[in-house]
């Protein structure tokens, strides 16, 4: 069966540090990944997606980068963390881009 | 183009009440449609979908959508709240077909459940 693992579950980190974040998918090929923003009133926000290796899609211009150098490991990066960049991050896998995604447990970044 | 509308970002109904989340899109091709489920500090979990066929949806938990496609609405009920109904949820658009790589997501609903 398919699983996705994403960590670290929490993280505090001070302002101007870097950051790497990463998303793992197993029992599957090929699959659509995304990173979510979630803050508290606005939902989820689509950051990122990837249909294949190398490929990435950027839906808002940010102080995050993502990147996907195995077909089933995404990474969401920072140079230099910013206040505004806290936030409970998530990492989705689809299957097809015809289907439900599935989530992964989330991490919670606090920029201190 | 893709938008999801969920009027009211807070319900709170009693134990054993009716259970409405109303859920409106936008979408210039025809929708894939998801209600998503999500409880303090979790990921989330899909409660129910709809992509083609009957527009009546049954999900986990009792849970159940309409499609209607003349109200571009897809409001999420369930006929008697439980105290584990607790929680926020979140209503999401797709395109259908193979193409349409994003997944846009409501604001969510955070839904409280009274003894």
């Not at chain 1, 670290?8 to 974040?21: N, R």
Request: aromatic share 12%; charged share 10%; with cysteine.
């Amino acid at each position: 069966s398919q699983t996705i693992h994403q960590w670290p579950a929490t993280l505090v980190q001070p302002v101007g540090s870097p950051l790497s974040l990463e998303c793992t998918v197993e029992g599957t090929s090929n699959p659509n990944l995304y990173w979510y923003r979630q803050a508290a009133g606005r939902g989820l926000q689509l950051l990122f997606y990837s249909v294949g290796i190398g490929q990435i899609s950027s839906e808002v211009p940010q102080n995050l980068s993502a990147s996907r150098p195995q077909d089933r490991q995404f990474i969401l990066s920072s140079k230099k963390l910013l206040l505004s960049d806290s936030g409970f991050y998530l990492c989705a896998w689809r299957p097809t881009a015809a289907t439900e995604a599935f989530f992964g447990q989330g991490t919670r970044l606090t920029v201190v | 183009a893709q938008s999801v509308t969920q009027l009211g970002s807070h319900v709170s109904v009693s134990e054993g009440a009716l259970v409405l989340l109303r859920c409106n899109y936008s979408s210039s091709v025809p929708p894939y449609l998801f209600w998503y489920v999500q409880y303090p500090n979790q990921g989330l979990q899909l409660l129910l979908k709809y992509t083609t066929g009957a527009t009546l949806v049954k999900g986990i938990n009792g849970f159940e959508a309409e499609f209607k496609k003349s109200e571009t609405s897809f409001h999420l009920t369930k006929p008697s709240a439980h105290m584990s109904d607790a929680a926020e949820y979140f209503c999401a658009v797709s395109g259908s077909g193979g193409s349409n790589y994003k997944l846009t997501f409501g604001k969510g609903t955070l839904l409280t459940v009274n003894p």
